[in-house]
């Protein structure tokens, strides 16, 4: 499944953030399967478990820790990156899924509350961990920081206002921290890199089992987002700076 001990992540040590959902449990699976240590977060220390032991049983045991970390609170994320640095000497990674959704009929209808919510799990997150882990991203011969986003951001429904106006925000946030790397990295070009990988929405075997009729068109199977997310460490910190990566049809 994975690229074994020679791949482009054998030994990297990378954060996952929001990893107790289904897209999450993909992503551990499919990183430990390529040979990384993998830390994921989650705000809820139940789910968070639950995925920690499923992706270190389903891959024989690979070194997949779980840490309970409060990412609206910029202290409590800037120590988390702090202990994982310290703990296994680097980190290569920071892959962010924390998600959420809330929408409206209308536009008319949008409620500003939508957006309070929003803007803290979808803004303010994405702010915290991409200040904490920035550096220690930039130490690193591969580091990466990848943002899941949404298509939304790019072409925003009438309903959807809320939550599109907060993922074009943290879009928007990525490709200033892409910026700084490319600063960084001089004129050989950066070393680390931030880019954004693009669903229209993802779907699951759950998902499906639930409603064996829909066509989920233009969705990305999490398991197809974990693939993604494990490939981008096979590109170039050039070819990931400061894009988008589209998985679904681009509007």
């Known amino acids: 499944m994975g690229n074994g001990a020679n791949g482009a992540l054998s030994g990297a040590v990378i ?17 430990a399967a390529a040979g990384a240590t993998v830390i994921a ?21 690979a070194p997949v820790t779980g840490d309970t970390v409060d990412l609206l609170d910029l202290q409590s994320t800037h120590e988390w990156a702090a202990h994982i640095e310290k703990d296994f000497g680097r980190v290569d990674g920071l892959v962010h899924l924390v998600g959420g959704w809330r929408g409206s009929e209308t536009f008319t209808k949008t409620s500003l509350d939508d957006w309070d919510f929003l803007e803290l799990l979808l803004v303010r997150t994405v702010q915290h961990t991409s200040l904490a882990f920035h550096e220690a991203l930039q130490r690193s011969d591969r580091g990466r920081y990848v943002l899941i986003s949404a298509a939304g951001a790019t072409r925003p429904t009438a309903g959807n206002a809320a939550y599109a106006a907060a ?35 993802l779907v699951h075997e759950a998902m499906r089992a639930d409603r064996p009729n829909a066509k989920f068109a233009g969705f990305t199977d999490v398991e197809d ?22 998985l679904t049809e681009k509007p």
């Open 225 to 246: 987002l974990a693939e993604a997310i494990a490939g981008i460490w096979q590109k170039s910190a050039a070819e990931v700076n400061g894009n988008r990566l589209w």
């Open 167 to 201: 993922k074009a925000a943290a879009e928007a946030w990525t490709l200033a921290m892409a910026d700084y790397f490319r600063k960084a990295g001089g004129p050989d070009g950066p070393t680390s890199a931030a880019g954004i990988l693009v669903v229209k929405a």
């Open 15 to 31: 954060a996952v953030a929001g990893a107790g959902g289904a897209a999450g449990r993909a992503t551990l699976l499919r990183l």
């Open 41 to 61: 977060s989650d705000n809820d220390p139940e789910r968070l478990a639950e995925a920690v032991d499923a992706a270190s049983f389903a891959s024989g045991g």
